[in-house]
């Protein structure tokens, strides 16, 4: 089993939709939480952390599920800018191979 | 302020040549990542260093991969001999000592490497 597993996708969805895409992960020990966004052909940049009790910033809502050991994010009223690749990374708490990236999920918001 | 700053952007190499990419991390940053990017396997961790000194480099393919990081302010990642199976992109992320636990990780725009 992969550390970290996201649904490839692609997730089509319409201007105006509310989408949401997990993230799973195998070690119960993880600490932290995040989601990267990665623009087609371009390097992957920092959206947001995942806490404990759930966040939001703006249109985005990212939670942590740990007894069933999820992460989630959640966007609402999609634009089209937010067409691109999301990543979710996971930092456990032992080793020194500590951060670990998930595949992505491909969003696709379409006019 | 300037971010980190990989070259070449684009390498196309026949097989078995050396490919050397370069980076620049962002100042004051103490800690450097190589990850290497590609369809079948995602972004994969190379290694990575804290204070220019390896930590771990457990993720480097094999003897034809390696890395240095002689000061604060440049890193490589040399290949020799190059494979087409080396073909991806690849990544060089920095980031504040400490803030690689809280994932804050800031990378360059990439090399994408074609071996022939």
């Known amino acids: 089993r992969k550390e970290v597993e996201q649904d490839p996708g692609p997730f089509n969805v319409p201007e105006g939709a509310t989408v949401a895409f997990n993230c799973t992960y195998s070690?119960?020990?993880?600490?932290?939480f995040f989601w990267y966004r990665q623009d087609c052909r371009k390097e992957p940049k920092l959206l947001m952390s995942v806490y404990s009790s759930g966040n939001e910033d703006g249109r985005f809502t990212a939670q942590l599920n740990r007894a069933s050991q999820y992460i989630s994010l959640l966007i609402r009223d999609s634009k089209l800018s937010d067409s691109a690749t999301y990543l979710c990374?996971?930092?456990?708490?032992?080793?020194?191979?500590?951060?670990?990236f998930g595949s992505g999920t491909r969003l696709q918001v379409q006019p | 302020d300037a971010g980190v700053i990989q070259s070449p952007r684009h390498e196309v190499t026949e097989m078995g040549q050396e490919v050397t990419l370069r980076c620049k991390p962002i100042s004051g940053h103490n800690s450097l990542f190589w990850y290497r990017q590609t369809m079948m396997r995602g972004l994969e961790l190379l290694i990575y260093f804290n204070n220019n000194v390896p930590i771990d480099d457990s993720g480097m393919p094999e003897d034809r991969f390696s890395a240095k990081m002689p000061n604060a302010s440049f890193s490589t990642l040399k290949i020799q001999p190059s494979e087409p199976r080396d073909s991806a992109v690849y990544f060089c992320?920095?980031?504040?000592?400490?803030?690689?636990?809280?994932?804050?990780?800031?990378f360059g725009e990439g090399s994408r490497l074609t071996v022939l």
């Open positions: 992320a920095s980031s504040r000592a400490g803030n690689y636990l809280t994932g804050v990780l800031f």
């Open positions: 070690n119960s020990a993880s600490q932290s």
């Open positions: 990374v996971v930092i456990g708490n032992t080793g020194r191979r500590a951060l670990t």
